[in-house]
C-alpha cells in the first residue's frame, strides 16, 4: 500500500497531535484547582482537539486508496514494531466523530457530574488518546496497546462515576470480557507476524505493519485461525451477537458519557473493516455466511428486546445491537454497497446515539429521570427538545431524509445480491426499529401530563438549542446529501471489495 | 428534449423557504399565513413555467446529490409529474386560505406547525412528483408521511393521536416491509434505479418475481389506499377538515396513486405489464376495492366517513385507468387524478363549512341546508356530482374515457364494475343532497326564556365567512370547468401517459 506522509500534507504530524493533545491536557488539568477553570480548560482541550481533526478531515485526499497523514518512527526494530500512524478513507472520520463525541461528552457533564470532577475529564480525556489511537494506528502491536489503554479510563469511568448500584459489577464484567477478546486479538496479531516471516520477500523478519501486511496474502489454513481469533475480539467489542451481555449492564449502570462512547464508537465493526477483511479475506469470505447468520439474530434479537425496554438508556443498548447485527449483515455481503452501507451505519449511529443520549441528558436535568414511568406530555412543555428528539429518533429508525438511510438502505442493496432470504428477514428490523423508537418517543412526550415536573419543565436554552440545533441538522443534510461521508470511503472500500473478489471465487470452487 | 435546469429545485425550495417564514413570522399572524399563500402562488408559478418544456415529451431534471454511481438523488420534471405538482400546488394555494378562515389566524404555536407543515407537505408532494428514480420517490414518499403526521394529530385529542398512530403504522409499515424491497429487488432485477418510459426490466427478468415485486409495490404504496392496506384513510379522519383536504385531494393520496402509475408506465412499461398479466390482476384488485367501498359508504352517515370510504374507491378507479392499459384508460386515470382532487376538495370544504355553521356532522342532519346555505350546498352538489361522474363536470369527462377504455381492452367486466359503482355512489350523494335540498330543515326545540315553550324552531344558519367560502366556489367551478373545457389538460396528459 503506498503512503502519503504528514509532512508532504499539512507539514506538522497531525496524527500524534490529534493522540497526544488529550495527554497534555490532562498534565495541564494536574496543575489548576478552581472547580470551574477545570471544566473550562477541559472542554477548550477538547474543542482544540475536535479543530483538529477537522483540518484532518478536510485536508484529506479523496478518491485515492493511499493512507495518508502517515507518521513512523522506530520503536523495536528487531519485532518489526514501529510507532506508525495513517488513516485512510475508511478510518479518517472517525476522528472527528470520537472528538465530537468528547465535546458532547463534556459539555453534558458540566453539571451532572460533581464528583470528583477533574479525575473524570482526566479519565475522558484519556479514553480520548487511546480512540483516537486505535482508529489511527497502523502497526499492529501499537493498535493493541491502545486498544489494551482503552480499558483502564473505562473502568474507572464506569466504577466511579456510574449511577446504579451494581455498576461495580458492570465494570468488571466489562474489562474481563474485554481481557478475555485481547488475548484472542494478540494470538491473532501474533500469528499474523510470524506468519509473514515465512511468506517469500520477507526476508525472514517480522512484521507488525499493516501497510506491508496487506501486500503479503496469508495462507489459507492461518487465515482461518487469525479469522476466528480476531472476529471473536471484535465481535465481543462490537458488541455482536451472542457476545453482547456486558453492553446493557454497562450503558445502564455507567455514566452517561461512557455510554455515549461505548454506544456511539463501534470499534468491533472497525476492527473487522480495518484488519479482518483486509488481512484474512479468503477466510472472511468462507465464513461470510456465519457472520450474516449472526448478524441477523441480533438484528431480530436486539430489537424484540429493545421493544419492552422501559429506560432510555437499556433501549439504546438494544437497538445498538441490532444496528451492529445490520452492519454485519452489510460486512458479509461482500460487495460495495455493503461494506460503504455498514461504515456509513456506524458513522450514523455515533451521531444517532449522541443525539438521543443528548436528548436523555436533557430530560434528565428537567425531570429527573429518564424512566418512561416518569414521563408522558413533554411535548407539551417542550416542543424544541421534543422536535430535537424526534429528529433522531428518525434518523435511528433509517427514515429516508436522514442520515440513517443511506447506510441501511445500501446494506439491504448489498445483502440482498449475497443472501437473499437472510435480507428478507433484516428488513423486519427496520419495522421493529420503527416501532421501538417511535412507541419510546410517544409514550416520553405525548399523551397527558402525568407530574407536577412535567407540568414545570422549560424548553431548551439557547445553548442547548445550538448544540441540539447542529445535530439535528447534520442528520437531516446527510439524509440529503450522503455523498459528502461516502466520498470519504469509496476509494478504499472498492480497493477492499477488489482484495475479497478473487476470495469470492475460492469459496465457490471448494 | 431532455435539459438540465433548476427550475424543479426551485419548485421543491419554494414550500421550504415558506415554511421557514412560517416559523419566522410565528407572532405576527396573519402574515404567517399569506407567506404559506405566497410559498403557494410561487410554487404554482415555477411549475407552470415547465409545462412549454415538458409538453412536446420533454424533461427537465437536476441532480441534487449522488450516493454511489447507480444511485443519486435526481429530480426530472416530465408531463406526468407536472400535472401532479401543477394540481398540488393550485389546491395547496386554496387549502391555506380556507384554513385561515376554518382555524382562524390566532398567534397560537400550534396553527404555526399546522401552517409549517402544510408548506413541508408540498415540498414533499413536489418531490414525489419530480423524482427521476426509485430512490427519490421513496425519499420524499417517506417525507411525505412524517411531516404529514403533525398534521393528522393536530387537535392532540387521545382519539386524533390514536388515528395518528395508525396512519404511522400502516404508512411506514407497509414502506418499509413492502416498498423498499420491491425498490431493492428491481434494482437487483434491473440494475438500475431510474424511470424510464417503456419500462426498466431486460427481456430475460424472472416473470415469476416480477409479479412479486409488482404485488410487493401495490402493498407497499398505502397510500394508494387499494384494500387491504386502506384502513388507515378512515383513520386519519380524525383530523380537522383542512387537513383532510389536504390527504384526500392535494398531497398523500394522489402521491400514492402516482406512484402505482410510475411503477406501471415507467418501471414495467405497459407492455410488460400487459404481458406478465399484471394488467388483469390489478383490475381485480381495484374492482373488488371499488365495490367493498361503495358499499360501506352506503351505510355510513358520518359525512367523512363517506368521503374517505368514496376516496378508497375514486383511487381505485385510477388505477383501474391505468391497468386497462389502453390509451383511452390510461388517460382517463390521470385525467380522474386531477378532476377527483377538485372534486373531492369541494367536498371537504364544504363538510367544513357545514361543521363551522352548524356543528353537524352526519349525513342525516344535513335535511333543508340547501336554503340555509346555498352556496356550500351548491359546492357541494357541484362535487358530488362529479364524483358520481354526470355532465357538465370533470368527472364524467374522465369516467367517460375509463368507459373508452374498457372497451378499448375488450375487458367488459370492467364495464360493469364501473355502472354498478357509479350507481353505488350516485345512491350514497343524491339520498344526501336530496335530503338537503328537498327536507324540512332540522328543527330544535325552542328557547326556554318564557314565550311558547312548545313550538320546535328552525335554528338561524349562515354561511361563514369568505375566506372558506371562496376557496370553495372556486374549486366548484374548477370542476366545471374543467369539464366543459379540458382540451388543454387533455394535451398535457396524452404526452404524460406515453
Known sequence: MNEITAAEQVGFPILSTLVFLPVVMIVALGFIRNDRALRRTALAGAIAVLGVSVILAVQFQRGTTDFQFGEQLPWVESMGLSYHLAVDGVSVLFVPLTALLVVVVMLSSWTSVQHQP???????????????????????????????????????????????????????????????????????????????????????????????????????????????????????????????????????????????????LKMGVFGFLRFVLPLVPDAFAAWSWLVAVLGVVAVLYGALIALVQPDLRRLLAFASVSHVGLAMLGLSSLNAQGLQGALFLIMNLGLVSTGLLLAAGFVHQRIGSTDLAALGGLAQRTPALATFTLVVCLGAIALPGTSGFAGEFLILLGAFGTHTWLATIAVTTVILSAAYMLVFFERAFHGRIRSKIVEAAADLRPREMLAAGILGVTIVALGFFPAAMLGYSSASVDELVGRLGPAITVAAED | MDVTGITPLLALLAPILGAA?????????????????????????????????????????FTLSTFLPQASIELRADALGVVLAGTAAMLWVLTTLYAMGYFGTAPEPVLTRFHACLCLTMAATIGVAFSANLITLFLFYEVLTVITYPLVTHTGTPEAIKGGRRYLAYQLGAAIAFLLPAIVLTYITADTFDFVPGGIFGPDASGTLLVIVYVLYLLGIAKAALMPVHSWLPAAMVAPVPVSALLHAVAVVNVGVFCVMRVVLDVYGVERTGELGLGVLTLVLTSVTILVASLYALRLDNLKGILAYSTIGQLSYMMLGMALLSPGGRTGAVLHLVGHSFAKITLFFAVGSIYLATHRTLASELRGLGRQLPWTMAAFAIGAISIIGLPPTVGFVAKYFLFVGAVEAGQWAVLVVLAVSTLLSAGYYLRILRSALFDAPVTVPAGGSGGTAALPRVPTITERGALVLVPTLLTATATLVLGVAPGWLLDLIRVSIG
Request: charged share 10%; net charge positive.
Open chain 1, 118 to 264: 477533574k479525575a473524570y475529564l482526566m479519565a475522558v480525556l484519556a479514553f480520548e488518546t487511546a480512540a483516537i489511537g486505535v482508529f489511527t494506528a497502523v502497526d499492529l502491536i501499537l493498535f493493541f496497546v491502545f486498544w489494551e489503554l482503552m480499558l483502564i479510563p473505562t473502568y474507572v469511568l464506569i466504577k466511579v462515576w456510574g449511577k446504579g448500584s451494581q455498576r461495580g459489577r458492570a465494570a468488571l464484567r466489562y474489562v474481563l470480557a474485554m481481557l478475555l477478546g485481547s488475548a484472542a486479538l494478540l494470538v491473532g496479531f501474533v500469528l499474523l507476524g510470524v506468519s509473514y516471516r515465512s511468506a517469500p520477500g520477507s526476508g525472514g523478519a517480522l512484521s507488525f505493519d499493516l501497510l506491508v501486511l496487506m501486500e503479503t496474502p496469508v495462507p489459507v489454513g492461518t487465515q482461518t485461525a487469525v479469522f476466528f481469533l480476531l472476529g471473536f475480539a471484535f465481535a465481543l467489542k462490537a458488541p455482536m451477537f451472542p457476545f453482547h451481555g456486558w453492553m446493557p449492564a454497562a450503558l445502564l449502570e455507567g455514566p452517561i458519557g461512557m455510554a455515549v462512547f461505548l454506544a456511539g
Open chain 2, 21 to 61: 417564514g412560517v416559523v419566522l413570522l410565528r407572532h405576527h399572524p396573519p402574515a404567517r399565513e399569506l407567506c404559506g399563500v405566497l410559498a403557494g402562488i410561487v410554487q404554482l408559478g415555477l411549475v407552470a413555467s415547465l409545462v412549454p418544456a415538458v409538453r412536446d415529451g420533454g424533461t427537465v431534471s
